[in-house]
């Protein structure tokens, strides 16, 4: 059991007996139980620290003042028999009722935003109650009747007054106190006893002159006692003390009761005693418990006022809480309504984005009974403009292209942005050949040259087209319409494709090349195969060129089906070093042996990775192989575009990357060479050692232009030092034509096909690395004249 819980045992235990003993020992108990409380309260403070402790400590104060007063009271009683009243014993008496009304004073903090004398109405009803019932049977008797002295009723009379404030304090304790502990509520009992015991008391001088309720008021002493001791053990005692008062809008309907009962004490105790008492012991009987009646009733009124004032106040604050929620409810509600916008609108063209579209086309899959029509747009070259002249020229021309698109559609219709450089357009209840008028329309209006930042800048677009009704969902639509549009950008650009059934097939089949190449790449499932470079005048194999090869479950996939795919999606990176460190091992032995070098092909991807220089010298060195034995081939159409994308449209880095590398002696090759269109500005900065002829100037006839074409490019790279490598030669008539034009290399079906290595190697070995097919044939072939 905890110690509080053992305090009030003992203690209620003790008083329950001293209402049985004699007077002196009933002061001893008196003076025990008042010690032991004020230890309570000196051991619960230390124990539980408050954090207000000033009303503990004034009640410790205030039951050791009483312990010392009663303690006089037992001396004087002893030394004479009798106690004379007042004497100097009620001063410690008063002290401790002063501290106790003190203490109860400040267990509540006021409120400074309360009026002061709102705080004590409450207890102001409650007291002219009380001081009702306190006249008629306690101070009007002590007045009138014989049974007590001046002195002494003088003395009752002031304990009266202090039980009255004590009364007050106490039911504004009771009512405004915002913790309901405990520990609060043994105080609360504790007053009560106090105020009690001496309302026993005093009634008993008053009506029968002696002091027969001693008993009785000491017992309630010795409660108040032992309850304020218990309270101060109580752990709920660190809370309860010093707390801001509460403040009640509405009166509790409890308290109404009290207020009603009180009422009416002053006229009915006023009408009691003129049907009861006759004659009246004095007029002053019936008019003091009027006049209460009267102060109850204005204290009651003040109470009204107070509530009609706080309701008052409190509906000017709805008022102005019900204006400013009606304020902000209006800018919530346009908040809202710009969210929205922002949300379904791009912030650059003002053109709606893709969730509107999302949302429109979900709406518009719902109408079984029309037909609708969906355009996406791509600018083609609009990456160009970004890179060349910035952002903001690019933010510029998005914005024009809007404003363009704009005036080819019809409001009805959804126009969005989808982001970057895309936008669509969604026709609901349109025909196929409006459709396709507005798809051509786009083309031709966004093809029109644009000025932007005083620059006139030229950009196309690409348009798919979809024409669609339900049973479909907006996801399909988007993906159909966007294979329309990839179409549109396969087929050249800057035109209007139609969504075809064939295309998903396409797709699909795309995608599923896509991943069995990811597969591929992470299995090594490829295989590389050799085609022979052979030197005309000798047939002697100078060098082999690298081919890829592969056939996912023993299918073959040729290459220009899934090199495109590989380069889309990436993969180009990992399949080119793959083949790079292959290659170099597999042309270790005829190096060695013939001296043969191997040519690899290298993707405009390859050229841009920043560790690319880093990749072909590993290979090298693993090999091991020296640079000599390898020669990098690239298209002259990547060459061209990966210089122009460097940095200020220039040559440098590419150069500086291509010089490295000969450094280390790679030799670099133009392959294709003849397919571009600036191939001579570019060979006098580049440093590019062989030039691969396109297949499309491999003379297949005696035509002299073909000829003319085939001459110049040889004496161009014998005037550059740059070594000539024809492709595509298939007949020995071919090859003797490229001997009469000083060609010395070249390579085709007529030497060799491309072999697997071992097969390659079995040829070369038994060979000695001279083809049989490709020495010079004493038959001549006359070459035609050129034309004048």
């Keep these: 059991m905890t110690a509080w819980r053992w305090y009030a045992v003992l203690g209620l235990g003790a008083v329950a007996v001293g209402g049985f003993l004699p007077v002196m020992p009933r002061q001893g108990l008196y003076a025990l139980i008042g010690l032991s409380a004020a230890a309570a309260v000196a051991v619960g403070v230390r124990l539980h620290r408050p954090e207000h402790r000033r009303s503990w400590v004034v009640f410790g104060v205030a039951i050791g003042c009483s312990v010392l007063a009663s303690l006089a009271w037992a001396v004087q009683y002893q030394l004479s028999g009798a106690v004379v009243f007042p004497a100097a014993k009620d001063v410690p008496f008063v002290a401790s009722y002063t501290l106790m009304a003190l203490g109860t004073l400040a267990w509540v903090r006021p409120d400074p935003r309360r009026p002061r004398g709102e705080r004590f109405v409450d207890a102001g009803i409650v007291a002219s ?77 008053a009506w029968t002159g002696d002091t027969r309720g001693d008993a009785i008021s000491t017992g309630l002493y010795l409660c108040a006692y032992a309850l304020i001791g218990t309270a101060a053990l109580h752990p709920s005692m660190a809370g309860a003390a010093g707390r801001p008062e509460r403040v009640q809008p509405v009166i509790p309907r409890r308290r109404v009761y009290l207020y009603s009962v009180l009422a009416l004490v002053g006229p009915v105790v006023a009408i009691t005693m003129l049907l009861v008492e006759s004659p009246l012991p004095s007029r002053w009987w019936v008019v003091v418990p009027l006049a209460t009646s009267v102060v109850t009733s204005i204290l009651l009124i003040a109470r009204l006022s107070q509530l009609v004032r706080l309701t008052n106040r409190r509906v000017r604050e709805l008022d102005a809480h019900a204006v400013a929620l009606g304020t902000a409810l209006q800018e919530q509600e346009a908040l809202r309504q710009q969210l929205t916008h922002r949300a379904l609108h791009d912030a650059l063209t003002g053109l ?90 786009v083309v031709a209006a966004l093809g029109r040259p644009y000025t932007v930042h005083g620059r006139e800048l030229s950009v196309t677009t690409s348009v798919g087209s979809l024409h669609f009704a339900a049973p479909t969902t907006p996801s399909e639509a988007l993906r159909n319409a966007d294979l329309a549009l990839y179409a549109a950008k396969a087929a050249g650009k800057n035109r209007l494709a139609v969504y ?13 090349i896509s991943a069995a190449l990811r597969r591929a790449v992470a299995e090594e499932e490829f295989v590389v195969n050799y085609q022979p470079v052979v030197d005309l005048a000798t047939g002697r194999v100078t060098a082999v060129e690298a081919l890829l090869r592969w056939s996912p479950e023993g299918t073959p996939v040729p290459p220009l089906e899934f090199i495109p795919i590989a380069e889309q999606y990436g993969l180009i990176v990992p399949i080119g070093a793959w083949v790079l460190r292959q290659a ?15 040519t690899v092909n290298v993707s405009g991807r390859q050229l841009r990775e920043p560790g690319f220089v880093s990749v072909v010298l590993s290979a090298l060195r ?65 440093p590019v050692d062989i ?15 073909e000829m003319a074409f085939t001459r110049a490019i040889v004496e161009l790279g014998n005037s550059l030092r740059l070594s000539s490598i024809a492709e595509a030669v298939e007949t020995p008539e071919q090859a003797e034509r490229l001997r009469q034009l000083d060609c010395p290399q070249a ?31 004493s038959r001549p072939v006359s070459l035609p004249a050129s034309p004048r």
């Design 584 to 598: 170099c091992r597999d042309v270790r032995s005829w190096h060695e042996r013939f001296g043969i070098s191997v």
């Design 352 to 441: 709606g984005n893709r969730a509107l579209l999302q949302e429109r086309l979900e709406h518009a899959v719902t109408r079984t009974a029309s037909s609708h029509g969906l355009l996406l747009l791509d600018l083609d070259g609009f990456k160009d403009v970004n890179d060349t002249f910035g952002h903001p020229a690019g933010d510029a021309l998005l914005i024009e292209v809007a404003a363009r698109l704009l005036g080819e559609v019809s409001t009805s219709d959804t126009l969005v942005r989808l982001g970057g450089d895309e936008f669509a357009v969604l026709l609901e209840d349109v025909t196929p050949p409006r459709l396709s008028s507005v798809g051509a329309a």
């Design 129 to 205: 109650g009380v001081a009702a019932i306190a006249w008629t049977f306690i101070v009007h008797p002590l007045l009138f009747t014989q049974h007590v002295g001046v002195r002494r009723t003088t003395g009752h009379l002031m304990y009266i007054v202090i039980d009255l404030v004590l009364v007050v304090l106490a039911a504004r304790m009771v009512f405004t106190s915002s913790v309901r502990s405990p520990a609060h509520a043994l105080v609360s009992c504790a007053l009560g006893a106090v105020i009690t015991g001496d309302v026993v008391f005093s009634a008993a001088v």
């Design 691 to 705: 030039l691969k002829i396109d297949r499309a100037f491999t003379p297949d006839g005696a035509q002299a232009e």
């Design 500 to 512: 075809e059934p064939r295309l998903a097939v396409e797709r699909h089949e795309h995608m599923r």
């Design 747 to 777: 390579q085709g079906y007529h030497f060799s096909r491309p072999l697997p290595a071992d097969a390659l190697d079995e040829v070369l070995t038994s060979s000695n690395g001279v083809l049989p097919g490709a020495r010079p044939t």
């Design 622 to 686: 693993d090999a091991p192989l020296p640079g000599s034995a390898l020669i990098l081939e690239i298209t002259e159409s990547v060459l061209v575009s990966s210089t122009g994308a460097s940095s200020g449209g220039g040559v440098s880095d590419v150069a500086e990357l291509l010089s490295s590398l000969r450094e280390a002696g790679v030799r670099i090759a133009v392959d294709d060479f003849g397919t571009g269109y600036s191939s001579l500005a570019y060979l006098r900065h580049l």
